[in-house]
């Protein structure tokens, strides 16, 4: 069973393995780097529905129900679902869960939540008391740019550190069984807030979370970050990378070497006119369940920590002058399984 | 070590302990049947605070240090924190546990969050995932009234089936030890839908949730309502219990005979002009832990089932035609552990 680490970090003594997983996404999507590793992309990003939130909840449904067919079971075989989203209460996540009849969590933890529903679903497995878990996210550029910021129709100019919410969902389902990949440990993050007060800047309001995490992380567990293939952060896009680098050289745990950011990776910057990144719970989750998980599974990654940040703040919270709390959880996952002589 | 009993129950097998609790709330709650069970009252709803979202913070803090210091710890002592509430991006959790730094898990249940954060907190603890966990949830009628229906200033008439959102919070510490009161079993809820569109009666959203997961519930531990001294819901109000006890009469499992719903017991209906009753992530958490935990502690009560119900819609959805899912998770509250003999 799962034991403590210090005090922010679990290290799971059985087997919990990603036995499905899967990424959906849109256009733009498709057009990045990653476009060819996603598991379901739709053109259209209405997806076929009158409304963007209706579109979100489409959407989410894709990775999910892609997801449980890879898992090779049926949404009947899932003991609880773990999801959140962006969206005001949830409903990008609710609305698309509404028909599974699957016991469900909500969660909100902003673009954190894949890191969030996933973590939580690897402890529910590990210790029994759910034989599997799903968890998923997402987002949607035209649902999140019209609540966060303008109406689309608005034609708004973004400033250079602003970063562009990806049309992307994940979703993974956990069991407690052999094969990669694996969750080996997880941090669970606290809110970190340093002042930040300029919702076109969610990079720089992220990365004192994401290094808080990573310092509990490296100090629960008595690592180092180059004992890791990758240190994947969620959407610090390029200022809050720039910022995190700053951090853990100062902290004396530099991760120059083998750190990326799903931010940075799921655009080309050049050519796609993201300004400082992707963003939104969906470029984590999108990004992990398309072009990670597969590395991990076939061996091409054998250790990463991913972390997921969010940006705890609301349009109201903002416009009341509040700065913004940051949050970010980690995962360590896995190709082997570390604990494998552990009873299962 | 927690066992799953059918498809949605899990029964605890080691004592997990309320050691911590505290209700908090405002004018209208103090002047209300249950007003001299609170631990906190200030009669400024404004909690001395310049915003409505920023005075829900700092009544969820009330409760939150209340129950803290009730079960004699500090903030460092508890492993995870979870906790979320009604508004938009659940700003009145996360900005009242900024300061904590204690690692926080976000959750969005709508007003089933008093239930979902407490049984997440029992299972983290049972397990021994955490050594102490706080669940936490609040609301308040000024920052939900204009972020769910018309601004405080407009006036507007309300409909005879609307509900009154309590101003009020709930906080619970929850360790593994011997102390009433117990957590026994939980069930997490399923997302109901019966096709309900209107906005101003919850109560008929929400009452085919808390039916379902009764159902659930009374199915997989093979017990019936008379086996319980009270069957608590969290805010069904006038029209959700008649619909509730209609639902269980038809299903041969009628609770009319010791129901009782946290809507319908916060406020005099006749008195305070609250219409169907109270609502809002508040009033099931600020009942619970003002009048009902104190009689599980002392025996005047000795098993509960509190089901919190959650309505899981936003604004934008109802705009846009949507109907209203209903959420509603249970937990089984009692004064002695069963199993008294097992593994501590």
């Not at 922010?8 to 590793?37: D, H, M, N």
């Not at 609301?314 to 009873?343: C, N, R």
């Amino acid at each position: 069973m799962a034991k403590r680490l210090g005090r922010y970090t679990l290290q799971l003594e059985r087997p919990v393995s990603i036995i499905g997983y899967a990424a959906a996404g849109s256009r733009k999507e498709a057009q990045g780097p990653l476009g060819k590793y996603f598991d379901c992309i739709n053109e259209d990003s209405t997806f076929g529905e009158t409304s963007w939130e209706k579109a979100e909840s489409a959407l989410q449904k894709c990775a999910v129900n892609k997801a449980i067919k890879k898992a090779g079971i049926t949404p009947g075989d899932i003991d609880i679902m773990l999801a959140g989203d962006l969206l005001n209460q949830c409903i990008g996540s609710t609305y698309g869960a509404r028909q599974l009849g699957i016991p469900y969590l909500g969660l909100y933890g902003a673009c954190s939540t894949m890191a969030e529903s996933l973590l939580l679903a690897a402890l529910l497995t590990e210790t029994g008391l759910a034989n599997r878990c799903l968890a998923a996210t997402s987002s949607h550029f035209c649902s999140a740019e019209r609540q966060f910021r303008f109406p689309l129709e608005y034609g708004g100019q973004r400033t250079p550190t602003s970063q562009w919410t990806v049309t992307g969902a994940g979703a993974c389902v956990t069991a407690l069984q052999s094969g990669a990949p694996y969750v080996q440990a997880v941090t669970i993050g606290t809110i970190e807030d340093y002042g930040i007060c300029d919702i076109n800047n969610m990079g720089a309001a992220m990365a004192p979370a994401a290094f808080a995490t990573l310092c509990h992380y490296f100090h629960d567990t008595e690592t180092l970050p180059s004992d890791y293939d990758l240190i994947l952060t969620g959407d610090l896009g390029m200022i809050g990378t720039q910022l995190l680098h700053q951090l853990m050289d100062e902290a004396k745990l530099s991760i120059t070497a083998n750190h990326k950011d799903c931010g940075l990776l799921i655009y080309d910057r050049l050519k796609q006119d993201v300004h400082a990144g992707g963003s939104g719970c969906g470029c984590a989750a999108s990004v992990l369940c398309s072009y990670i998980l597969p590395q991990l599974q076939d061996g091409r990654l054998q250790n990463v920590l991913f972390i997921a940040t969010g940006a705890m703040m609301s349009p109201t919270s903002v416009q009341q002058g509040e700065s913004i709390p940051g949050m970010a959880h980690l995962l360590h996952l896995s190709h082997y399984f570390e604990k494998e002589d552990a009873s299962c």
